[in-house]
């Protein structure tokens, strides 16, 4: 049975994936599909590859950058309730691939669980986070991460330690991100919410998260201050048609309402290009592009 009559009810062709995504910009999705429940979702995957039939997951879309000429194949959103779940039992935080991370943050607060507060403020999914530089080694999510759950290309259930699961995410071996597990530690309401507070102040402060049609460009380059190498290039204050890096964070850029995905790639590579030129400097994407 082809796809489109078995996923009839939560499949759509040709969709526009701009509204789903911060920037707001690119083209169509071959098929944009939105599961209801877990075992809907596991089913789509496995048809999609026996199919051969390319899948991308799609959460809150914050640092997704879509071409103007759209995607080929299946894109997965995981906006359904029942996929962005966060459960809390003792010190134990089970949360699924598009539960946010706010609600993470949140949840595991409530419940006198530390170790997250850091992060309070950024957007994004909690499978989402796993595949950018939240996601590697030293970050407070790999740091009170006990396992993950997840799908292989083989379309298997399985469940994978932190080791396991970094040693996967480096050679990018394809697997799709069911839920994750953190191990946190019990510490008093007041104290956690005080660290919270300050976070997010600090992080209101320095980074235009809060700003429509905003996204963050790279990782941090370890050791070296991104604006200093801004700064040598001679392009912190870099501005290209509707494109232009953030006044407040020279690693976001804002992008001008009717700006093509075109004009950002464009402007990606001139900047990457100077970075180089005059630093030496090949600076890693945060931003995913499709």
């Known amino acids: 049975m082809a796809l489109t009559d078995q996923f009839a009810e939560i499949l759509k062709a040709q969709e526009p994936l701009a509204p789903y995504t911060a920037l707001q910009v690119g083209g169509r ?21 026996v199919e051969k039939l390319p899948v991308r997951i799609l959460a809150s879309g914050t640092n997704v950058l879509v ?6 194949g299946v894109v997965c959103r995981l906006a ?14 089970y949360a699924t691939a598009g539960a946010s991370l706010t609600q993470l943050i949140t949840e595991a607060a409530r419940h006198g669980l530390a170790g997250l507060e850091s992060l309070i403020g950024i957007p994004g999914s909690v499978g989402g986070a796993l595949h950018c530089s939240l996601g590697q080694t030293g970050s407070p999510l790999l740091t ?11 379309g298997q259930r399985r469940s994978v330690s932190r080791e396991e699961w970094e040693t996967l995410a480096a050679k990018r071996s394809g697997s799709v991100v069911l839920a994750v ?9 007041e104290s956690i919410l005080r660290r919270l507070r300050r ?10 998260f809060f700003i429509p049609r905003t996204a963050k460009l790279f990782q ?16 912190r204050h870099f501005r290209m048609g509707g494109v232009a890096l953030h006044e407040r964070d020279a690693n976001f850029i804002v992008v001008q309402p009717g700006t093509s995905a075109r004009e950002i790639l464009h402007f990606l590579e001139h900047l990457r290009h100077r970075l180089l ?5 090949a600076l890693t994407l945060e931003l995913d592009i499709w």
Not at 199 to 208: T, V
């Open 67 to 72: 071409r103007d000429e759209g995607v080929t």
């Open 29 to 49: 999705a071959q098929f944009l599909a939105e599961p209801r429940h877990e075992a809907e979702l596991i089913h789509l995957l496995q048809c999609c590859w």
């Open 80 to 93: 359904a309730p029942a996929l962005q779940q966060v459960v809390v039992q003792a010190n134990r935080v």
């Open 181 to 189: 597990e953190f191990e946190l530690e019990p510490d008093d309401a």
């Open 277 to 281: 030129e005059h630093t030496g400097h």
């Open 144 to 154: 009170w991460m006990a396992r993950v759950e997840l799908l292989d290309i083989r």
């Open 199 to 208: 976070a997010w102040i600090s992080r209101h402060a320095r980074q235009p």
């Open 220 to 235: 941090e380059p370890r050791g070296l201050s991104l604006e200093q190498l801004l700064e040598q290039a001679g392009v």
